[in-house]
């Protein structure tokens, strides 16, 4: 995995957030975290992101919508999306949509570690 790669991280919950962001340095990512989507997508990681992973349900704009908006804006991120609350309607919605993957919490490192090679193969 090249250790050049920046995951962003989109989640409310904190402890989620900083355990990922605590997973992908130790695998040698450049990691960038935030709070929520608009957050995100004022940030200057929107062009450096090669891989996202956002929380399905968050305040404000949730990770299906966060999607549709970088489709829309020309920015094909790939994309991991991530629950607590799993909705086989919304997964079958992401996984037509293009997103990669759809991973309902708690989920295995291994898991989310092929997820995201599978991202950073489209993402070349």
Same mark, same amino acid.
């Given at each position: $995995? ?13 402890? #989620?957030?900083?355990?990922? #962001?605590?997973? $992908? ?28 992973? @956002?929380? #399905?349900? $968050? ?34 919605? @992401? ?5 990669? @993957? ?19 193969? #489209?993402?070349?």
């Amino acid at each position: $995995m090249p250790t050049q790669a920046v995951i962003s991280i989109v989640d409310d919950d904190q402890s #989620v957030r900083e355990a990922t #962001v605590d997973l $992908m340095n130790s695998l040698g990512f450049g990691v960038e975290a935030f709070p929520d989507g608009e957050t995100f997508l004022k940030s200057d990681a929107l062009r450096s992101t090669r891989c996202l992973i @956002a929380d #399905v349900q $968050m305040p404000g704009i949730g990770g299906l919508e966060l999607y549709a908006r970088l489709i829309a804006s020309g920015h094909a991120i790939p994309m991991i999306l991530i629950t607590a609350y799993p909705d086989e309607g919304v997964k079958a919605q @992401a996984l037509k949509s293009g997103l990669i @993957a759809y991973l309902t919490k708690p989920f295995s490192e291994e898991d989310l570690i092929s997820r995201i090679d599978a991202a950073l193969e #489209v993402a070349l």
